[in-house]
Each structure stands twice: as C-alpha cells, then as structure tokens.
C-alpha cells in the first residue's frame, strides 16, 4: 500500500493516481548497480524493523516487550512452533511469526548444556529445524519427543540417539558427533552471511533479505559524480527504455500517429530520437563538436558502448556525460512540447538551452570548489 501510494506521488505529483508508473516500486528500489536508483523498498525494510523484534527476543532479555512476549506467548510454547492462525495470537505478534522463515538463518545456537534449546526447532545446527530437516516424522523415527530440549538426548556421557537409518540422519550425526556437553548456558548468536554480529544492524540485515537482480554494465554512464538529477532520471528511463515513445504507445493500443514530431518522416522510437533523427543528429553533433569529435556514434546501442571509453580522462568523460544527458533531457522536452502543447522551439533555440543548463552545472560545480568543477567549467565555457 505504501509502495503504491510512493509510486503514485513520484510519477504524478499526487497520492491518488495509482497507475501509469514507469517503473515499479520494486524494481526502483535496487541499487543503481543493479538497474534501479538505490531507494528502499518499504516491504522490505518493514520486515527488517520485524526481524530486529525477533532479534530482541533472543539476545535483549532484559526488555520489558521480550519479558512480556515471554509471558504471554512462550511460557508454555516454542517461538518457532506457535501457530500464527491462532485466535488468541495478536496482529502484531502474527507479523512477527511470518518473519520466523527470514530470522531463522541469522540464528546460530552454540550447544552448552542444552537446558533451553528445542531439539526440533532452535536452529542449533547448521540444518536449520530439524523439524523441517527430517520432516514430521522425525520425532518418531529418532524416539525423541516433539517439544524435547537439546539436554534431554545430550548428557555428559555423551549423546542418546538410536541408530541413525537415513543419509540426512547420518550428515546429521556426524554434525552432532562434534558437539559435546559443556556445563555452560547454550549461546545464541546473530550470523549475517557468516559473520557474527554483536549488535543488531539494520543496514545489514536489510541488504542480507532486499530482493537482489542481476547487476548492469550501464550505471556508472547514468548516475555519474557530477549528474543533474531530472537530466539523470530522465536518462535512466531511456536505458530502461520506459519513457512512453510513440512506438511504444502504438504497442499498447493506443491510437497515435507513429512519425517522429521532430522530423515528421519516420517512426518515433527511443533509437530514432538518440540521435538517428535528423533533427537530433544536428544536436549531437554539435555537442560533441564542442568536445573535439568531428564524427560521433549516431545509434543508442554504439554510443551507449562509447561513452565510457570515448575520452582518457575523468573531467573529459564527465563533460560528454553532462553533454548526452542534457541532450537527452532537451531533445525529449521539445518532443514533448510538440506532442502536449503544440508548441515548438528551434534547433538553436534547443541547442542554447542544453548549453546553458550545462553551464550553470558547471559554474555551480566551480563555486562550490568541487573536484572536477574547474575543469569542467574551462570545457563548457
Ligand atoms: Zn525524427
């Protein structure tokens, strides 16, 4: 609900226009690595301020909440077997059982005397419950019962197990075979991809359950040091190829007239427009010129490969990156322009605009004694 009402008023402006979003909620909150602009899906860090509850039940005894949770639901029952559908089970406590699939692989148990230790349940070994290891029959067919504490089969004498009769019994007793009976209070400990923390970070156990998706080659040409934001966005749709060209309008039904407004002679797509449009091709032209290239890539897929090689330093690629945003920003505001308004501005009047706002960057860059802003401003005055 959050999430839609996020990508309701970022894509509108308003909190009541729940459809038309570009991108998902979802795919926005991966970081710019993976393809999205790095910002924090609520689902997820919802569940991780859950997760740091389930953590203070284990290792924040001392909390008048945990004392209360213990009373009221663990006095006679396991945190890990409590049936979330049941009626006397709170709402909020019901959120926090949901959890207990994403808490169990944080929580290790190191096995001291086994006193407070569910032998079906806490994860003591490193195969999770044994409950769900050996299924349901596993109380019967190992002769322990299902609410059993780890002491009941582990004694200073060593282990009580009758003969193991499965491959998973057998990798489970040779796990058990190292663990020995030590007078000492059993341990949690809190293990985010195999580190122990002291302490509960939620920046960790948010990055550990975020959804992942495969990283890009392309975000470095995006979300550069020295971006104007709208001029980044705006890029970020076109390499997701989500800004609503013509083309892509006519794909989803709508009744359009499919020509380029700006050259009236071919079809509109996201490749015509960068820079394959004679009208942009001019653009483009001219912005690299200022750079110093005589003859540029034209298609999106070569400049997309070029961009990151077409100059040996930082201040140089940083200045044709502020030049292909601007460009795109300014060539798709005068479509826009023509699509929306009926209106149009002239190729030196567009021209003028990506050069200015490219100058103001610069001079802005140069004021506040930024690493790459002298250099820049030298190159685009
Ligand atoms: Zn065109």
New binding site residues.
Partial sequence: MINSLSSSYLWHGTLDTPYGAKVSWDALSYPKKEGGVGLRSFGSWNKTCGLKLIWMLFFRAGSIWVAWVRKKYLSRYCFWALNQDSASVSWSMRCLLKLRPKALPFLRISIGNGDETYFWWDPWTPFGSLIHYLGPEGPSSLGIPLFSLVKDSLSTAGWRLPPARSDLQLHLYSFISTIQYSPTNDKPSWVIQGKTCNFFSSNAVWKAIRPFSPQVSWDPIVWHKVTIPKHAITTWLFVLNRNPTLDRLLAWGLDVEPL???????P?SRN??FF?????TALWKEITLKLGFQDPPYSWECIIQWLPLAFPTKDQSLALLLGWQASLYEIWSERNRRFHNGTSLTHNSVLRIIKVNIKNKCIALKNQKTKHGEALFLIWS
């Fill in positions: 380029c407004l700006l050259c009236g002679s071919c509109e015509h427009l394959e449009c004679p009208y942009s």
